[in-house]
């Protein structure tokens, strides 16, 4: 969905879309998606799909349900639903693509999904970048501690829960 083929040629041209950056998706990057469904209007008695596409840190996605019906467009910062507490993400996608995008990945609609709590206010996003500002000084100190332990591990990354009340460890590991 997102333009990821306009690298420069040996010459120095683009080889993708040869737009050279007036494509309409804000740059070209694996994380960029263009809504080709944005100009065109909904049929009549129609109403707009109520769940987005949400990015998380290391481009990790996820659908939630927009239950409130809160007005989102893409890059705005929200409150989402997590296991326990809320996260913070930033909207990728909204709109009749999302379900286009929950077909392919066979995702079910249903009442049991993870809801959008609010858009994020700014003591959210404070506590979240907080948190984020934590996780290289974190993730050292996870490293430290697993050579200290002799565990056979090698811990790639930290995310912390958009509430800072939750880590998670990234790591590779021969054998678990």
Wanted: proline share 2%.
């Amino acid at each position: 969905m997102g333009c990821t083929s306009c690298s420069s040629s040996k010459g120095g041209q683009p080889k993708g879309c040869k737009n050279n950056g007036t494509c309409g998706t804000d740059g070209c990057n694996k994380l960029t998606v263009f809504d080709w469904l944005a100009n065109m209007s909904l049929p009549d008695n129609q109403e707009p799909f109520n769940y987005v596409e949400v990015r998380f840190k290391n481009g990790r996605k996820e659908f939630f349900k927009n239950a409130d019906n809160l007005t989102l467009s893409v890059g705005d910062v929200i409150a989402t639903e997590a296991t326990s507490g809320h996260d913070i993400g930033l909207v990728s996608l909204t709109g009749e693509l999302v379900r286009v995008q929950m077909k392919k990945k066979r995702e079910k609609i249903d009442d049991t999904s993870l809801k959008v709590y609010r858009k994020a206010s700014q003591r959210d996003i404070d506590i979240w970048q907080k948190a984020r500002d934590r996780e290289d000084s974190i993730k050292v100190r996870a490293r430290q501690i697993a050579i200290r332990l002799g565990l056979s591990m090698k811990i790639s990354d930290v995310e912390f829960q958009g509430d800072a009340s939750k880590a998670i460890f990234y790591y590779t590991a021969e054998e678990r």
